[in-house]
């Protein structure tokens, strides 16, 4: 099963205007992961969280982490046309063997702005 | 640099053939991945691997095999193709860490149509 569930699935916003993603996981996390998808292409990584961090930013992208919520938050501020994308949230867990970690992904919101 | 690099970029098959998807990358990645991507299911983990000679299966492995001989490449074999199989195939690495907080490379993805 998918560790991490994005919400909402999509997310309609006029250009200016913020725009709120989150993310919900199901286990403890080292790290949280937010990616962008620009339609057809690979994913792109956008900002990494780690557990003992509450906030980062990274130009108009800022990203919250509440692990006693098990939950994240990606906010785009003064979206602009070009930031219409899928954004995925990705956490590391550990395979079956017990050992080694992979990264899995939530479904992701749909982000369309608007000119 | 190339990063991650995908061959073929499209294929079309017809049920019960079998052909390897190519992936390569020329960072000196440890951590390498297989994700397909359906609509409306997000990306879903197929095998990843941490290393030469390692290999794991993610969430839905079956009617999938890889092998990791080598650091740079790690392709993935559809033995008999089935229909269900028809989906946008991504390939992604990163650097290892047994906390798995390095960010992901991603190739631009196979569409592969099986008919």
């Known amino acids: 099963s998918q560790q991490g569930e994005e919400d909402p699935q999509a997310l309609s916003i006029q250009e200016g205007e913020n725009a709120t993603m989150n993310c919900s996981y199901k286990t403890s996390i080292n790290n949280l992961q937010w990616y962008r998808q620009n339609s057809g292409r690979g994913l792109v990584h956008l900002i990494l969280i780690r557990s003992n961090e509450r906030e980062k930013h990274s130009g108009r992208l800022r990203v919250t982490l509440d692990t006693s919520k098990k939950s994240s938050s990606l906010l785009i501020t003064a979206s602009r046309a070009a930031d219409t994308a899928s954004y995925f949230c990705?956490?590391?867990?550990?395979?079956?063997?017990?050992?080694?970690?992979?990264?899995?992904f939530g479904k992701g919101t749909l982000l369309t702005v608007n000119p | 640099n190339a990063g991650v690099t995908q061959t073929p970029k499209f294929q079309v098959l017809k049920t019960g053939q079998s052909m390897t998807l190519q992936c390569a990358q020329d960072?000196?990645?440890?951590?390498m991945s297989w994700y397909r991507q359906d609509p409306g299911m997000g990306l879903r983990l197929i095998h990843y691997s941490v290393g030469a000679g390692i290999t794991d299966q993610g969430e839905v492995p079956n009617g999938y095999n890889v092998s990791r001989s080598t650091t740079e490449d790690f392709p993935l074999r559809l033995l008999s193709a089935a229909p269900s199989q028809t989906s946008v195939y991504f390939c992604?690495?990163?650097?290892?860490?047994?906390?798995?907080?390095?960010?992901?490379?991603f190739g631009n993805g196979t569409r592969l149509t099986v008919t």
């Open positions: 960072m000196n990645h440890e951590y």
């Open positions: 992604a690495s990163s650097y290892y860490t047994v906390a798995l907080n390095s960010p992901l490379h």
């Open positions: 990705a956490t590391p867990s550990r395979g079956s063997g017990g050992s080694n970690y992979k990264l899995t």
